[in-house]
């Protein structure tokens, strides 16, 4: 696997949080499926910036191969720290901008934020891209031509930011198990590129399970101290699901029309996306009375400019040094890291009715994982046994 075929795996990992929580996924959550006439590409945190993480979803084979971008090589040990870096980093933004929206002056100021993560992804990326460190070598298209893919960025942002600030984080990160799905039905109307049969049979229980979620978590209760989901937290997690799960595979399409890397593509694109939500911030935004923000929540704001830093650094790192199984394995535990954090702060009982959609989405998202892995190993040992045959 070339080192750009796993970066476009985490081309949502950015600095927003959905974005390797999903997004990223906000990531690399789920492997690659090489062979036919399609590709597996994987998402989740699509995070701007999580998430993203991998999004399981096979995408048509076409166009020439994009110059790879090579990080310098380092050691299993520098591997397994930027791992860890990258999945502290991943939690920290969800739980941090959770924090940030729970102050009603900043959860009206959206767009605003999100500005404010595409600049620091923009300027990350300036940075690495730096003679000193020369993770990859900038390239430049024109503006029009990226417009469009900036705005998908924008709102594959906004909207699943929305969901975390009206909904508790572990409604909020097991609904973005349904972007494997989303994305893999949007494959196949647009492509007709189709999903082993097991994969689509531990699809099921996954969809079930985030439905399962959905309902029992957005239920009023009469303990304050229980933090639940509003219908408006419902209705932008889905929303925000069907514009990540777009993005991800529009954005395929823009990496074969402009020859670019992931990078090289993000680079483009966050500085665009920021400046045309300049024009439309004072229109949406409500401001808060900036004097009257408490420091602590100016902290917070820094703090999650910092995790989204980390999270691209160290997402650079790790799609070249790990294999698809490293990144399913660290993948999940971002993931089940966050919706455990998330209900020991959310007040709910073990005995809660929607723990049990908790698991049957994560045992059902975490099968498709292994159903993929297997069906890579497969289509590899037959394109071994092909090379073979023909030498």
Not at 69 to 82: N, V
Not at 217 to 238: C, E, H, N, W
Request: aromatic share 10%; proline share 5%.
């Amino acid at each position: 696997m070339s080192v750009e075929q796993k970066e476009e795996r985490t081309r949502g990992s950015f600095s927003s949080s959905s974005a390797e929580t999903a997004t990223h996924e906000e990531n690399g959550k789920f492997a690659r499926l090489d062979g036919g006439d399609c590709e597996k590409k994987t998402p989740e945190d699509l995070e701007i910036g999580d998430e993203r993480e991998d999004d399981g979803l096979l995408r048509p084979k076409s166009g020439p191969e994009i110059p790879a971008e090579e990080p310098p090589k380092s050691s299993f040990r520098a591997a397994l720290i930027w791992m860890v870096i990258n999945t502290l980093a991943t939690i920290g933004i969800v739980f941090t901008n959770k924090a940030i929206f729970t102050d009603p002056s900043l959860k009206l100021a959206q767009l605003t934020f999100a500005a404010f993560h595409f600049f620091i992804t923009w300027l990350t990326l300036f940075t690495i891209s730096r003679p000193r460190f020369a993770f990859f070598v900038p390239r430049r298209t024109t503006i029009r031509d990226i417009i469009p893919l900036s705005v998908a960025m924008s709102l594959n942002v906004i909207l699943p930011n929305l969901s975390l600030a009206f909904s508790s984080v572990t409604f909020y990160q097991v609904a973005r198990i349904m972007l494997t799905p989303c994305v893999a039905l949007m494959n196949y109307l647009l492509y007709r590129a189709t999903l082993p049969r097991n994969a689509l049979l531990a699809l099921v229980p996954a969809c079930f399970g985030v439905g399962m979620v959905s309902y029992y978590d957005s239920l009023p209760t009469a303990d304050t101290k229980v933090k639940t989901t509003s219908s408006l937290g419902v209705i932008f997690a889905f929303s925000g699901i069907f514009a990540s799960s777009l993005y991800t595979v529009w954005i395929a399409s823009y990496h074969r029309k402009l020859k670019m890397s992931s990078m090289q593509l993000l680079f483009n694109q966050a500085p665009v996306s920021a400046i045309m939500l300049l024009y439309v911030i004072p229109f949406v935004d409500t401001f808060p009375v900036w004097t009257e923000v408490p420091g602590n929540r100016w902290l917070m704001i820094l703090m999650s400019g910092m995790f989204a830093a980390l999270i691209n650094i160290s997402q650079f790192f790790i799609i070249a040094q790990t294999g698809p199984v490293s990144s399913t394995v660290v993948g999940h535990v971002k993931t089940c890291t966050i919706v455990a954090l998330g209900w020991m702060t959310s007040g709910r009982t073990v005995g809660d009715k929607s723990v049990l959609g908790v698991l049957v989405a994560l045992g059902g998202i975490i099968a498709y994982s292994i159903v993929m892995l297997k069906e890579k190993a497969k289509q590899a040992a037959m394109a071994a046994a092909a090379a073979q045959e023909k030498r």
